[in-house]
Nanobody, 117 residues
Framework: QVQLVESGGGLVQPGGSLRLSCSASGIVFRFAAMGWYRQAPGKQRELVASITSDYITKYADSVQGRFTISRDNAKNTVDLQMNSLKPDDTAVYYC???????????WGQGTQVTVSS
């Protein structure tokens, strides 16, 4: 079965950095489109960053220049390097995979990121 497991969340000071990692199993990872989403209390879930099987990346305007998404097909992982963190970055961060002959979405359980002084 498909499983996505996020790690790396925690509490960090404004201006600090954090690296999230998502480990995938049950899919042919090299062909999957991967993304990081986040949901803050009282707000809708939003796309933070995505990376295709061809390594094409996209970022939300709010994180452009601060966050970097990457993938390692040998390890079946996708990472999100977060720098210059702001309190508005506080949210639960979710890993998503899109894969299959009939593409469908798979979600991780989420990891909490809190940016506070």
């Amino acid at each position: 079965q498909v499983q996505l497991v996020e790690s790396g969340g925690g509490l960090v000071q404004p201006g600090g950095s954090l690296r999230l990692s998502c480990s995938a199993s049950g899919i042919v990872f090299r062909f999957a489109a991967m993304g990081w989403y986040r949901q803050a209390p009282g707000k809708q879930r939003e796309l933070v960053a995505s990376i295709t099987s061809d390594y094409i990346t996209k970022y939300a305007d709010s994180v452009q220049g601060r966050f970097t998404i990457s993938r390692d097909n040998a390890k079946n992982t996708v990472d999100l390097q977060m720098n210059s963190l702001k309190p508005d970055d506080t949210a639960v961060y979710y890993c998503k995979a899109n894969s299959g002959l009939r593409p469908r979405d798979y979600w991780g359980q989420g990891t909490q990121v809190t940016v506070s002084s």
